[in-house]
């Protein structure tokens, strides 16, 4: 089998939103991988390794090997899928609609997700947990805000998009940070309509190959 026409490996660890990004996209569109656990917690992070570094420089997850080519960044990933396998679509054709799409995924995943990811938590020590929810609490006002103007069933409309992919790892995120998801209920909305889709569940962290067994549905 030529490396083009090879299952799709993804680089991924269970509780990764940006792990969860992709695999929720590769679940929406049909497409069957394999799956490389890399956990980010053991041994001082697998992440590190000298093997994992020749697949991701950056040393992060997700990576995903797809047709001969390996791609990190959870947008890039998501992108190429989008560019090379469009059906069902995660952007609108719309310009407004896709602008605003891209909008909101870059809102989550440029300026709340990186804020309170594991090696940025790792430097604040015991003020971890109230810098996280400080973080998600301003990113999420703003973001509540938005959705009240794009929003149909899911953020932009009624269709699923690139931007639902990001919303509901974060989400999840905030619960387990304690924050108060009261406070937004537009987002909870949303994301409670996301999580009864088929695509959302698979790609949950609870079913996931290197899921803990105490965590797992």
């Not at 609490?137 to 069933?153: D, K, N, V």
């Not at 569940?201 to 079913?207: D, G, I, Q």
Request: hydrophobic share 40%; glycine share 4%; net charge positive.
């Amino acid at each position: 089998m030529s490396s083009a026409a090879a299952k799709p490996i993804l680089y991924s660890y269970f509780r990764s939103s940006c792990s969860w990004r992709v695999r929720t996209a590769l679940a929406l569109k049909g497409i069957a991988y394999d799956v490389v656990p890399v956990n980010i917690l053991k041994d001082e992070g697998q992440q590190f390794s000298a093997e994992f570094k020749a697949i991701n420089p950056m040393q992060q997850v997700p990576a995903l090997k797809i047709d001969g080519i390996t791609l990190s960044q959870s947008l890039a990933i998501i992108h190429y899928l989008e560019d090379t396998r469009p059906n069902p679509r995660l952007l609108p054709q719309d310009p407004k609609k896709r602008a605003q799409v891209r909008m909101i995924a870059d809102h989550i995943v440029s300026g709340i997700q990186p804020l309170q990811n594991l090696s940025v938590l790792k430097q604040m020590g015991e003020k971890k947990t109230e810098w996280a929810q400080n973080c998600i609490t301003s990113g999420f006002q703003a973001l509540e805000q938005i959705l009240q103007h794009t929003a149909g069933r899911y953020c932009v409309g009624d269709e699923v998009s690139m931007a639902d992919l990001c919303l509901v790892p974060q989400v999840a995120n905030a619960e387990r940070f304690k924050v108060n998801m009261d406070l937004y209920p537009t987002i909870s909305r949303i994301n409670k309509a996301l999580l009864e889709l088929e695509a959302f569940k698979v790609s949950h962290p609870s079913r996931q190959p290197d899921t803990p067994p105490e965590l797992q549905a």
